[in-house]
């Protein structure tokens, strides 16, 4: 009798739970879901979590394939070489193929007093954590937003509208992605709601207290709660595996998201970088890249070549409150370009995307394969040029360095 093929996938989120449904397609593989959590985290709510509008949470039972096991743990360490992985409650589950989709988080502030004094957003845990902190604020209190990505715009946007006095300091430019276009609208909205947004080379955080945040300029701004949404960072499983990583700590992969150490571990989602040029973090790209994931597998599986990463459709989404948002068009090099959807169409736009993600993954779990956005035409030849950019640009690096 011949032995199941063991997939273990480490994550839950969008990427891990896109590729463990679609390795349902072979009846012969069984897979092993690890997450820390016993429910799945729908992450482009967590504002609203924080807003009180919505709970970012989806049971599993809804996503995710029911032949997949879910085990409630956190991986401490990967043993390529036994082909295991050790879990922090005790034991180890062996495997044929690992999928490692960590996933992403806040990166760790530098800014003296933010660790203490700011409160992250990027997991359910410091949402829920966030909530109960601004119920108890009063109305009145200042709240400071720090970071005006997406995660920030959002946040800013969503307490604005419920009357809170918000500031929104964005240590550079508002919305760096967006372009000049979207960036005016996005501002004329945040103006409309009140938020007052501090931009520029003199908005940078150079240290925070529990009720003030000073800037490069020296200003100290009052502020009873602070949100911290400046950057993100991946987990250190990879790093404490002696795997090889980016310098963010992505696993470094090739083009098929096959790890450069090892054939039998596949990345995907935000801790993978597929031969040093990783996509941009985002809900957008990590569907797609757990189902290219998963095809990966399932190529090696038939004996067949697996095929390359191809990415032919970027954007930026964002909600500037339940009433208004915008749409952010893009090239295949990722830029966003002049074209954008905003106002209360934006806000549909957002809040079908958001609505259509676990579809998704349902989908993929009621039939494997259905999945097909990593398979449009297109996006190959570009992802080449920007390969071949990328790799001319590092050994230039590297002169200008000596």
């Known amino acids: 009798m ?16 896109m590729a463990a449904n679609r390795l349902m397609l072979r009846d012969d593989v069984t897979v092993t879901l690890v997450n820390p959590r016993p429910d799945f985290v729908h992450r482009v709510r967590l504002h609203q979590l924080v807003g009180g509008s919505d709970d970012a949470v989806v049971a599993y039972q809804d996503v995710l394939a029911e032949r997949v096991r879910l085990v409630v743990g956190i991986v401490t360490r990967i043993d390529a070489a036994e082909r295991s992985v050790t879990l922090a409650a005790g034991g180890t589950l062996g495997y044929d193929y690992l999928i490692y989709a960590v996933g992403s988080g806040s990166s760790e502030p530098s800014v003296p007093g933010a660790a203490e004094f700011a409160h992250p957003i990027s997991t359910l845990e410091d949402a829920q954590r966030l909530r109960p902190i601004l119920d108890a604020a009063p109305a009145t209190a200042a709240v400071t937003v720090v970071g005006a990505g997406p995660t920030g715009i959002e946040t800013a946007a969503e307490l604005a509208e419920q009357g809170r006095r918000v500031t929104l300091v964005c240590g550079g430019v508002l919305g760096p992605y967006l372009h000049t276009r979207g960036r005016r609208s996005v501002a004329k909205r945040l103006a409309k709601l009140g938020v007052t947004v501090i931009d520029g080379s003199h908005a940078k955080v150079t240290a925070m207290t529990r009720d003030a945040v000073r800037l490069a300029d020296g200003r100290e701004l009052p502020s009873e709660v602070t949100v911290w949404t400046a950057g993100f960072g991946v987990p250190d499983l990879a790093v404490r595996s002696g795997l090889s990583v980016d310098a963010v700590g992505r696993l470094l992969t090739d083009e098929t998201l096959t790890s450069v150490d090892d054939a039998r571990i596949v990345a995907a989602g ?28 399932l190529s090696r599986l038939a004996g067949e070549q697996p095929e390359n990463l191809r990415q032919s459709s970027y954007a930026q989404c964002i909600s500037l409150g339940r009433s208004a948002g915008i749409y952010q068009f893009a090239n295949r090099s990722d830029v966003a370009v002049w074209l954008h959807i905003d106002d209360g169409m934006g806000a549909w736009i957002k809040e079908f995307v958001c609505k259509g993600i676990p579809k998704h993954l349902a989908a993929e779990a009621h039939k494997p394969g259905s999945f097909k956005l990593h398979r449009l035409p297109g996006g190959a030849a570009k992802r080449l040029q920007l390969l071949r950019a990328n790799h001319a640009e590092a050994p230039a690096a590297a002169d200008r360095a000596v």
């Open 2 to 17: 011949t032995r199941n093929t063991q997939v273990v996938v480490i994550g839950g989120g969008y990427a891990g739970v």
């Open 270 to 297: 935000d801790s993978a970088a597929p031969s040093g040029l990783p996509l941009r973090m985002s809900c957008l790209n990590a569907m797609p890249l757990g189902a290219r994931a998963a095809d990966t597998v």
